[in-house]
């Protein structure tokens, strides 16, 4: 009888679930169902209005995603109950919500439903800048040493910057919730009916450590008084390591997916974090960059080192026994998205329009006729700030090289590059500070879709990309971590090395470095990372002054 | 009975003639004849191929100007030949020709009209830039002091090395040369009978000074041993100020032109030069910027100073008696059409059209609603090089500050910005090196057509702003040397100060800086002051390395 484990994959717009066959890893169904709220950034639900740059979810969305794509694919694929032999799941992070001792979300009560601040906070929830502003500072003056671990920057996106504003705006919200829990580790609740939580999400997003755990009750009763045993009383510090099994499928669950009672479940996992086992990643030295409308780049390292710039490095975070670490660009296809939008002539989309195609692809044909170096252009991939390896937000793009000569293509060209010289000085800096960078693997849109984009990366990075084999890498993953849930005996898999031995895909062909580029884009990169250092190290923080005027002018 | 001046502009692609009344400079009539061969750039009239870069004219386009616009303006306005005092001229520069002792274009004879170096080589013919490379080196070896005259730099566009060319492409055409001549020159021989030659473009465009003359035989010679005597051979000593008389139409001049025999005839002029006086520009401290695709700048000085990377002073070469100053920024309008054309979205053009005005007009709408700094954008004006104060073509465009919310029209002010800024950098090191800049008057299509392009320069330059009042400036500035050429007793004037005095227009509304705007763009000013010295000092020559990968690249 063949074997299949349920990856179930929640995005931003919509969860999906994937049925794989644990022997090779073929995917034999999918099935999506997009979010009925969706992203609510204007009201509630009951039509309470939003303040600016929230953004919220709906828990019964997450519930409906069960509901509907395990019986789908389960029918799809013709597979029976007894044929699965676990359940895993991934998650966007920081995506958080307030719930009772029982699990019950805060927002499903009639009595909360009408408080902002008892739903679910998606990860682009913006609007606890305010706090962790302030958590920042306060972090800084105090000498907390966890600030180093996150490139000396604790993101508004996180968990305790979105509790502190419960805090701050809506104090009885906070004093009701016994709990403030990932979303991720909430729908594996949901299906085993037990608490656990993930150390993946703990470390890069709860500031939580393996040895030296949370910050002190010290430092959160700094933030705010209320705060003070935050961590006693609301989180947990009994952590699982991704990769070990959550419990199994309740009685309820079995119910709401028409999965067998008992079968095992996965400790949950982050979406871009459980890629990396599904490309077949499972040791030191080898980093995936997912890439889309920004990267986020993980590696696994042997052990613990303070890299600047990075977004978190947590000790089981990603492969149990490894340190993951993660760093990002925040700006990549929005970039060539911005490029297309508001720099492309009419012509062009004549053009495209005429050849019954569209600009990208037209661009695409334009800029793959020039040789690396032949546009004359060097650009700063800074147009929504810098990530890593500075960390400043306040940065801003640099173009420069333009002639009267120079083409909407050539410009085109040029930002990718600027992107790919991003990586790169992603890439030198883990080495640099003590991180080996053996392999590169990507995966996301833009690794499946642009070969022309992955092949000026391979050629500025110096090294051969494996692109993953799965249109579905999260989902993937997931479902190999349940099928280590279940364990050898019940049909899966002892560990996720073994696991990744038999199910994880990369495709057939790679991007390797084409030698004359690669000698191009070397005496290139030189240029960008002296522009880099120039105005991103303080030699001129024009780019900020020139932010402070705008400003003050826009008041 | 009213008294006239014909002024006659020759430009690049036409001639125009131009009646004016000499008591208060009313401009009568005018008349345009496009010249029947305009610029031959890729084959001489008998088919005869040309190479990259030539760019040539005909002389007997030239005629026809005096043959067709003269007897037109003197109809269109009803005025008889007795009613015209003087005639002047200026001309595109330097634009030169090969001509027989009599004045005989080598080009006209049989013999030769097949061989390129036969031609008026124009203004902008480019091929001779290897004997100006030449050229600079070996001055530079030999010390010759006459290179700070002229920002250091002799360009291909100036006569010697269009000489040069001559002599090392077809030496039997060098031997045949009786006199090599500026074409403006020319035509005044042409009128008077009599070969004369003119200060300002003695001055600016063949290395000629009042006290100096030109560079010596031994330079000359260690260009090439065949040029050894070329100034007494082929040139001529004897230099008329402008603002002289050269003589007075021949016989022949008066059948051709439909002018009365005798009639007053000035020394040939330029037209950016002859321009400095139809603007009232009769003494020191004023500088007339025209401002096209390109910019040039005029200034009146009382002594010889060197201003790093000015075009030329020339004493007498502006007005008598004044040292005249020239600089340039060698991409101004051509910039804003390289956006337009290259970077607005088919989205702009739709509302355009749809709003049945055009590009420009819709992003200088745009860019009209932003206040200065709003964008957080600076650039750096060199996308065709940077002529003044750094005298350096290797230098390419920059651009900074963009976010993913930059808008088409941030950019497209922050080009007109750079350009304003680009302005200021020249009128602050004149005035740093003791030429001071009291007042600014602008004329050309953009001074003329672009009041949003203008308010920004006065913002920027914090300085009030005086358009030339005639759509035809240099004709007038040409027609009002006629009438000084004539004298006070024929009708005309003595002196170009009386002549403007009565003659010269400004629009009866200036440019006024707005001081908030003032404010703000000091600001931005200093930044781009920085970025200036950064990469166009030698701090980081990276638009240099760039270009030369590029050239690599390119084979």
Known sequence: MRKFSVGVDFGTLSGRAVMVDVSNGEEVAVAVHEYTHGVMDEKLPDGTPLGVDWALQHPQDYLDVFHITIPQVMKLASVSPEQIVGVGIDFTACTMLPVEADGTPLCFLDKYKNRPNAWVKLWKHHSAQDEANKLNAIAKKRGEKFLSRYGGKISSEWLIPKIWQTVDEDPEIYDAAARFIEAADWVIWQLTGIETRNTCTAGY??????????????????????????????????????????????????????????????????????????????????????IGTSTCHMLLGDIEKEVPGMCGVVEDGIIEGFFGYEAGQSCVGDHFQWF????????????????????????????????????????????????????????????????????????????????????????????????????????????????????????????????????????????????????????????????????AKVRDYTYKPIPPNVAAYKKLYAEYKILHDYFGRGANDVMKRLKDIKKEVRG
Chains 1, 2 share one sequence.
């Open 340 to 503: 297309v939008e508001n720099c492309s002539p009419a012509e062009y989309k004549a053009e495209a329009e005429h050849r019954k195609t569209d600009l990208y692809a037209l661009l695409t044909e334009k800029a793959s006729a020039l040789k690396p170096g032949e546009s004359g252009l060097v650009a700063l991939d800074w147009w929504n700030g810098n990530r890593s390896v500075l960390v400043d937000v306040d940065l801003t793009g640099m173009m420069l090289g333009m002639t009267l000569a120079t083409k909407p293509e050539e410009i085109y060209r040029a930002l990718i590059e600027a992107t790919a010289y991003g990586t790169r000085m992603i890439i030198d800096t883990f080495e640099e500070n003590g991180v080996p960078v053996k392999e590169f693997y990507a995966a996301g849109g833009i690794a499946e879709k642009n070969p022309f984009v992955m092949q000026i990366y391979a050629d500025v990075i110096n090294r051969e990309i494996k692109i993953s084999g799965s249109p579905q890498t999260p989902a993937l993953g997931s479902a190999m971590f349940g099928a280590v849930a279940a364990g050898k005996k019940a049909g899966g898999f002892d560990t996720i090395q073994e696991a990744a031995a038999a199910m």
């Open 205 to 290: 997003k709860a500031i939580w450590h393996k040895h030296d755990g949370y910050p002190s009750n010290e430092f959160f009763k700094a933030l705010h008084p209320k705060m003070e045993n935050l961590v006693d009383e609301k989180l947990s510090q009994h952590l699982l390591p991704v990769g070990t099994k959550a419990g199994t499928i309740s009685a309820a669950a079995a119910k709401l997916t028409g999965l067998k009672e008992g079968t095992a479940v996965a400790v949950a996992n982050v979406d871009a974090h459980v890629s990396i086992p599904a490309v077949g990643i499972t040791s030191s030295g080898k980093m995936l960059a997912i």
